[in-house]
Every structure is written in structure tokens, then in C-alpha cells.
């Protein structure tokens, strides 16, 4: 059974930051593009940000000049460096990775709240 484990959500405060990760329980997640998603109450689920195998990154308008995802491949882990945060970034984030992005992690809550 593949698994992805998401680590580091909690409470922050506006402008505060927080660094997610998650890590696959297999190697060959690395051959894949990986990427995070987050869902708020009442939302869709949307793209926060994604990372090619070879390490080239892709970000929602939303969230660019503030989060950076990056991956390591020898620990099949990517992670997601989130800085200026804002209260309407406050959701469920997910991370999602394997072939076609088949597999889904069991969400970590981020709030950014005053």
C-alpha cells in the first residue's frame, strides 16, 4: 500500500510561516511529479503548487513570491516553504504524487488566524 505522510501544519499567525513535507513509502515517487493541493471550508480542492522529477517547479498565482516547494529525491520527501501567510490561505493541504499523481496523502491542517 503506497502511502504519502504529511508533517508540519499547525497555527500561525498572519504573516508568519510554515514548512510542510511530505514523504512517499516508495522510492519510486522520485521518477514522479509531486505536487500540493489545499481545500478550505466550502472550496474546491486547488493547485497550490507542483515539482517535476528533475526539480522544476509550478505555483498557483495565488501563493507565488510567498511558498516554494522543493524535493528531495534521496529521502522521497517534498516539502512546501510557506512565508507571508494569510488568513485566506488557511485550508487542508494535501500532497499528491505517483504515477499520474494517482495518490493522495491524509491532509494537514494549516490555519492562519490573529
Known amino acids: 500500500q503506497v502511502q504519502l505522510v504529511e508533517l508540519g501544519g499547525g497555527w500561525v499567525q498572519p504573516g508568519g510561516s510554515l514548512r510542510l513535507s511530505c514523504t512517499a513509502s516508495k522510492s519510486t515517487f522520485s521518477f514522479y511529479t509531486m505536487g500540493w493541493y489545499r481545500q478550505a471550508p466550502g472550496n474546491w480542492r486547488e493547485l497550490v503548487a507542483t515539482?517535476?522529477?528533475?526539480?522544476?517547479?509550478n505555483y498557483a498565482d495565488s501563493v507565488k513570491g510567498r511558498f516554494t516547494i522543493s524535493r528531495d529525491n534521496a529521502k522521497n520527501t517534498v516539502y512546501l516553504q510557506m512565508n507571508s501567510l494569510k488568513p485566506e490561505d488557511t485550508a487542508i493541504y494535501y500532497c499528491r504524487g505517483g504515477a499520474n499523481l494517482a495518490h493522495w496523502g491524509q491532509g494537514t491542517q494549516v490555519t492562519v488566524a490573529s
Open positions: 515539482i517535476t522529477s528533475d526539480g522544476t517547479p
